[in-house]
């Protein structure tokens, strides 16, 4: 077993070494830099990632610069990528860095699972790559490879499953370079033991791959649980004002805690009374409450049903979490709004376009 699984880390290892992309975050390596490509990457993929990457650390090149931002900076600079409880961490994380660490990000794997947001995967992967302290990743990617490689028969979604896949990676994991290691299983599971269409037939391991040999490689990973996915109904009110578009700050612990939304309620049904009931504003309008558009936007485990209502009014009281923003200033706006409105504000509100 011992040799069998050196000659798989070594023939990996061969494999990345040809094969291996280049990306930013491969570059002038830093647990910083690091930890913020890993947290990026588990809300996208690559391409998409390495924009959000470069715009993270071109505006956060330290740690300390993400500690010392607003929260609304680092939203805005996340906004698009979801999960903004994700980002909300990290900014926490950075404060206890400079509070806690002198500001030096910790490089080992316990120090790093003291962090606010970072659990067992991320610690894992700055501690290997920088420190080459050797502790396997297992990401969804290392779970699928691992999983069919193996033939692991547990679901994956369980706490055994996950440890036997873990203990898989860990029994691969050379004493040298884990990290280059762990990079490798990541990269393999991304660019050839894909969720479907695996590139088995012109795999490296199709001659040990158990899954490949019971033919029966899209069983893998096996999962116990389908992700439920619930639905929300949403009614947006878009309300423009002489002064300006009302925007309100959420701040209940909601999936878009603390981003911009336009106000809204969970029901049609008397929907004018109900927004200004809820946010306590005297909303005054003339004229008629047009519907604009119906979306189903989906986020990961919710998809939101959302209808948005256009009306002209005027809101004498404004309250310390509205913000009026001018039509001509939508463009460059500087509060974070979740990419539902952002998708809305830019095909139904074609004068952003030519602002
Ligand atoms: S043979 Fe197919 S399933 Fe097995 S490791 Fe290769 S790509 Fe993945």
């Known amino acids: ?39 990026i990457l588990q809300q996208t993929q690559v391409v998409q990632g390495e924009q959000y990457f470069n715009r993270f650390v071109s505006r956060f090149p330290t740690v300390e610069s993400l500690a010392i931002a607003g929260e609304h900076e680092v939203l805005k600079l996340w906004q698009g990528l979801g999960y903004y409880s994700r980002a909300r961490n990290m900014h926490a994380a950075a404060k206890q860095v400079v509070e806690c660490f002198d500001g ?5 794997f316990k120090a790093l699972k003291s962090l606010k947001g970072i659990g067992d995967y991320t610690a894992a992967a700055i501690a290997s790559i920088v420190s080459a302290e050797p502790v396997a990743v ?7 490879f691992i999983s069919r490689l193996f033939g692991v028969e547990e679901a994956v979604d369980s706490a055994i499953g996950k440890k ?17 290691f762990n990079e490798a299983m990541m ?25 490949k040999r019971q033919n029966r490689v899209y069983d893998f990973p096996v999962r116990r649980h389908k992700t439920k996915v619930s639905e929300r109904e949403m009614h ?11 925007f309100e700050k959420q701040t209940s612990r909601d999936f ?46 919710r998809k939101v049903l959302a209808t948005f209502w256009k009306i002209e009014g005027d809101l004498p009281e404004m309250h310390s979490n509205s913000i009026l923003v001018k039509v001509t200033d939508l463009k460059s706006m500087e509060i974070p709004v979740p990419k539902l409105i952002d998708n809305f504000l830019r095909n139904y509100m074609p004068d952003m376009e030519n602002c």
């Open 1 to 39: 077993m011992v040799q069998y699984n050196n000659n798989i880390t070594q023939i990996l290892l061969d494999w990345f070494s040809s094969n291996a992309r280049i990306l930013p975050w491969r570059k002038n390596r830093s647990a910083y830099r690091v930890w913020v490509s890993e947290v």
């Open 104 to 108: 030096k990000f910790p490089e080992e």
């Open 138 to 144: 297992v990401d969804g990617n290392v779970l699928r």
């Open 164 to 180: 036997i896949v873990k203990n898989f990676a860990q029994s691969l994991l050379p004493k040298a370079n884990p990290g280059t």
């Open 187 to 211: 990269e393999f599971g991304a660019l050839k033991c894909v969720p479907r269409n695996a590139q088995c037939d012109n795999c490296i391991f199709s001659d040990v791959c158990s899954a």
């Open 236 to 246: 947006f009110l878009v309300v423009e004002t002489s002064k300006g578009i009302w």
């Open 256 to 301: 878009w805690k603390n981003m911009y939304l336009f106000p809204f309620v969970d029901s049609s049904n008397a929907l004018l009374n109900g927004i200004i009931d809820k946010y306590n504003v005297d909303l005054k309008f003339e004229g008629e409450l047009v519907k604009v558009c119906n979306v189903n936007h989906i986020l990961t485990h």
